[in-house]
Nanobody
Framework: QVQLVESGGGLVQPGGSLRLSCTAS????????MGWYRQAPGNERELVAT???????NYVDSVKGRFTIARDNAENTVYLRMNSLKPEDTAVYYC???????????????WGQGTLVTVSS
């Protein structure tokens, strides 16, 4: 069974930093793109950042210059380094994998269970 498992969320003060990690488990052959979405209470889920296998990245404007996405293809892991955090960054952050291929199956997309990030003093 293929799963995306996140870690690294928590409570941080404004201006602080956190690093989220997400690892795909299972007999993974490749994952075309990985990324992070977030959903704040009362809001729709929104894209935060994505990265493809060659390392091309995409960020929502509100996090540019503050967040950095990276991935380790050999470990099927994606990271999100979040600096200069603001209260408006508070949300549940979801890991995302697109075009996930295993030894026996293909998944157009997979989601993690989510990890809560709270930015508050």
């Amino acid at each position: 069974q293929v799963q995306l498992v996140e870690s690294g969320g928590g409570l941080v003060q404004p201006g602080g930093s956190l690093r989220l990690s997400c690892t795909a488990s299972g007999n993974i052959f490749s994952i075309d793109a990985m990324g992070w979405y977030r959903q704040a209470p009362g809001n729709e889920r929104e894209l935060v950042a994505t990265i493809d296998m060659p390392g091309n990245t995409n960020y929502v404007d509100s996090v540019k210059g503050r967040f950095t996405i990276a991935r380790d293809n050999a470990e099927n892991t994606v990271y999100l380094r979040m600096n200069s955090l603001k209260p408006e960054d508070t949300a549940v952050y979801y890991c995302y994998g697109r075009e996930v291929r295993t030894g026996a199956a293909w998944y157009p997309q997979l989601w993690g269970q989510g990890t809560l990030v709270t930015v508050s003093s």
